[in-house]
């Protein structure tokens, strides 16, 4: 499956940004990711299609994910963003996630640079 996503650019801290991810075929479980300068990889919130959702810690009340099953499209609304959410956000496909294991899927799309600053 290939995974486009879009929507990131330049925000002020405390604004809001919406990324969205598109898969060319249905997949069930989709995930964001972020990377920042000189870090690794961290999960930011995944989805099942039948709604179940998860986020990491960091941004747990300040950004929601979101799914467009008929469309095979994944949405992460990110409000009262932060300089440290500063990073290049990338959809995953296909991963396993609950409360004990977190494991990423294979399918991954380019990533779209979100830059907090004011």
């Known amino acids: 499956v290939q995974l486009q996503a879009s929507g990131g650019g330049l925000v002020q801290p405390g604004g809001s940004l919406s990324l969205s991810c598109v898969a060319s075929?249905?997949?069930?479980?989709m995930a964001w990711y972020r990377q920042a300068p000189g870090k690794t990889r961290e999960l930011v919130a995944s989805?099942?299609?039948?709604?179940?959702?998860g986020y990491a810690d960091a941004v747990k009340g300040r950004f929601t994910i979101s799914r467009d099953v008929a469309k095979n499209s994944m949405y992460l609304q990110m409000d009262n963003l932060k300089l440290e959410d500063t990073a290049v956000y990338y959809c995953?496909?296909?991963?396993?996630?609950?409360?004990?294991?977190?494991?990423?899927?294979?399918?991954w799309g380019r990533g779209t640079l979100v830059t907090v600053s004011s």
């Open positions: 995953n496909a296909g991963g396993y996630y609950d409360t004990y294991y977190k494991r990423p899927g294979d399918m």
């Open positions: 989805s099942t299609s039948a709604g179940t959702r």
């Open positions: 075929r249905a997949v069930d479980v």
